[in-house]
């Protein structure tokens, strides 16, 4: 079964930067689309971004798009999330996932973006 670990949460103010790693047990997850979901309290997880398997290519949410940026490393077994100008809004609980056969997530990671 493929454990994914989330880190890098934390608290920052608006317009600050936050950079997550999400860290898989196998390194069969380089044949595997990664992505990131987040939730916020009362609210419905909700897509963030993805990366394909190649790392080519990647999708964002119109909320995040031009802000975040997602990449992998195969040599680590890691897939991070760049945030930038964050605000309020981004606060929530982020997910790393990882789709294949069936879906894997991981405990998740707190982000709180302050005024």
């Known amino acids: 079964q493929v454990q994914l670990v989330e880190s890098g949460g934390g608290l920052v103010q608006t317009g600050g930067s936050l950079r997550l790693s999400c860290a898989a047990s196998?390194?069969?997850?380089?044949?595997?689309?990664m992505g990131w979901f987040r939730q916020a309290p009362g609210k419905e997880r909700e897509f963030v971004t993805a990366?394909?398997?190649?790392?080519?290519?990647?999708y964002y949410a119109d909320s995040v798009k031009g802000r975040f940026t997602i990449s992998r490393d195969y040599a680590k077994n890691t897939t991070s999330l760049q945030m930038n100008s964050l605000k309020p809004e981004d606060t929530a609980v982020y997910y790393c996932k990882a789709a294949t056969s069936r879906d894997y997530w991981g405990q998740g990671t707190q982000v709180t973006v302050s005024s």
């Open positions: 990366i394909s398997r190649s790392g080519i290519s990647t």
């Open positions: 196998e390194r069969t997850v380089s044949t595997y689309t």
